[in-house]
């Protein structure tokens, strides 16, 4: 657009607008392009996420438990079996001696030898030590004298009571004199008597200074030495024995088992199975010997103690144990491992495992709980397969694989009985529970 100026010359308009309508032109076209980038970027991220929800999610409009999962599921696999179980019932206690004796010297004396090794096994009557005796011989030797002079004596006070009683018949002595020899023979009757107890009295001290085992055990560690003088007083014994062999336990159970036990020990005799604090380790079996007279009302349990024969010294005075009563077995068990038991909405549940190697939740009714074994009323089969361990990530339906040996499963048998693993109904139940049948 031409203006006209007053020379009547044209001028051009000044093209600084246009200039500024162009440059706006194309800053409007960056932004759209901008903005048009954005949207398909949100939309191919959404698009992403409702894809690989879909690939986690099962198809719409089926059942989600029979989707397979990608990856096969790492589990333990048993065999169910039809077997014996023994019903057990399980204490805490400790080991204790028979007889514990604290051997003491019963005179007072030089301890002149020691004659046993520390940790050495005893017999009763076995020499221990030996206190210097002299003394006592020189006692036995007076009393022997004094015996043998009070003997002479009575000997010859019994011939003159004799020769005063013919006399008397002859009338040449009187009464009285007859009874004072009578009374003097019996006084000398008497102190010879005294004299023998004395001597026995100084024999028997010289037997007490040879210090003798008196039951079979084990010496422990000596606490007087040689050389030391000892009494019948002294608060430190010369060594401690302690009887091993047979041995006993003494552990305690909570009141309510009382009846059980009670009849199981009046029908006969009750076996019980001590275990070492593992739980695992089977020390020793023996028999039920007597159940405590009262009950402890502070802890709602009674003391019971066993004996068990102990050649192997597999059990030791103080020593921490598990005592396991064996009430009764159960015959014809289907006996699975405790752990393979689950808990759901609908109930107990066990995953069996078919030829396809894929998981089936099959609903079970679990009779009781033995330790690491669990007996099942109905629901499975014997010989059939299921799932020990690893229940955690596992659905219905899953693909399923085997872990390799010695990675910690239970075996069928659920190991020794009571060795500590939890109940089916204490167990924490993690994801294993959203797989039972009906759980949503």
């Not at 690989?52 to 099962?58: I, K």
């Not at 210090?211 to 000596?222: E, K, L, M």
């Amino acid at each position: 657009m031409l203006l006209r100026n007053d020379s009547g010359h044209g001028r051009a308009r000044d093209e600084g607008p246009r200039e500024v309508l162009v440059t706006t032109s194309r800053t409007a076209g960056s932004g759209a392009r901008r903005a048009i980038l954005v949207v398909v970027g949100l939309a191919a991220v959404v698009g992403i996420g409702w894809f690989v929800r879909g690939r986690t999610r099962a198809l719409p409009g089926k059942d989600a438990a029979v989707v397979p999962e990608a990856r096969p599921v790492p589990v333990s696999i048993v065999t169910v079996e039809r077997r014996d179980v023994p019903v057990l019932i399980e204490g805490l206690g400790s080991v204790v001696a028979l007889a514990t004796v604290n051997v003491r010297s019963q005179v007072e004396g030089r301890l002149e030898k020691v004659l046993f090794k520390e940790g050495q096994a005893v017999k009763r009557g076995d020499v221990l030590a030996q206190v210097d005796a002299r003394p006592y011989a020189i006692q036995l030797h007076q009393a022997q004298a004094s015996v043998a002079r009070d003997t002479a004596l009575k000997e010859n006070a019994r011939r003159t009571l004799e020769r005063s009683i013919a006399l008397r018949a002859e009338n040449l002595v009187t009464d009285q004199q007859v009874d004072d020899q009578r009374a003097s023979v019996a006084q000398l009757d008497a102190a010879l008597r005294a004299d023998q107890a004395q001597m026995e009295s100084a024999r028997l001290n010289m037997d007490y200074a040879r210090i003798v085992s008196p039951i079979d055990g084990v010496t422990g560690v000596r606490q007087v030495d040689p050389g030391n003088i000892v009494r019948a007083t002294d608060a430190t014994p010369i060594v401690v024995v302690t009887q091993l062999d047979p041995i006993a336990v003494v552990f305690s159970l909570p009141e309510d088992d009382l009846p059980r036990v009670s009849k199981q020990l009046a029908a006969g005799p009750v076996v019980i199975e001590a275990y070492a604090r593992d739980g695992r380790t089977r020390l020793a079996t023996g028999e039920l010997a007597l159940i405590d007279n009262q009950i402890n009302q502070a802890t709602a349990t009674i003391k019971l103690k066993a004996t068990f024969a102990n050649a192997d010294r597999q059990l030791w005075p103080n020593q921490f144990v598990k005592a396991r009563v064996l009430l009764t077995t159960r015959k014809g068990a289907l006996a699975v491992p405790a752990t393979a038991v689950q808990r759901g909405p609908q109930g107990t549940f066990v995953y069996a495992v078919g030829p396809d190697q894929r998981a089936v939740a099959k609903p079970v009714r679990d009779d009781a709980i033995e330790g690491e074994t669990a007996m099942l009323g109905s629901g499975v089969e014997a010989g059939e397969r299921i799932v020990a361990e690893g229940q955690a990530q596992l659905r219905p339906g899953a693909r399923v694989a085997t872990k390799p040996a010695g990675s910690g499963a239970p075996s069928a048998s659920g190991g020794p009985p009571g060795s500590g693993a939890p109940a089916a109904s204490e167990r924490p139940r993690g994801h294993g529970e959203a797989g039972a049948p009906g759980a949503r």
